[in-house]
């Protein structure tokens, strides 16, 4: 079955960064697009990052533009998303999801929509502190 495992979170202090990770099995790697999305305490998830199969397009969510990069290596079946200037809005639990979207054919409107993405991770906490 599919799986999605996400890593890499924790405390950090306002101002810091963070990698994340998220392994994927059990999918066409390089058929599937990936998104980052994060869920604060008592809101909906919300759409942080995203990324086509092949890598050609990524998308970002305004909150997050200039700071945060979406990346994949393909030869590892993983994804991360590489997180800098923290600020204490930040904090939340980050999901991993995943959907079909080979070499470029990922849209923006798709990408922010949580109800596109067939699987999900469990989730990794992120707390960023003043």
């Known amino acids: 079955q599919v799986q999605l495992v996400e890593k890499g979170g924790g405390l950090v202090q306002a101002g810091g960064s963070l990698r994340l990770s998220c392994s994927a099995s059990g999918l066409s790697f390089p058929n599937s697009g990936f998104g980052w999305f994060r869920q604060a305490p008592g809101a909906e998830r919300e759409f942080g990052a995203a990324?086509?199969?092949?890598?050609?397009?990524?998308f970002y969510a305004d909150s997050v533009k200039g700071r945060f990069t979406i990346s994949r290596d393909n030869a590892k079946n993983t994804v991360y998303l590489q997180m800098n200037s923290l600020k204490r809005e930040d904090t939340g639990i980050y999901y991993c999801?995943?959907?079909?979207?080979?070499?470029?054919?990922?849209?923006?409107?798709?990408?922010?929509?949580?109800?596109?993405?067939?699987?999900w991770g469990q989730g990794t906490q992120v707390t960023v502190s003043s």
């Open positions: 990324i086509s199969g092949n890598g050609s397009r990524v």
């Open positions: 999801a995943s959907l079909f979207a080979p070499w470029d054919l990922l849209y923006l409107t798709t990408a922010q929509a949580p109800s596109s993405y067939d699987y």
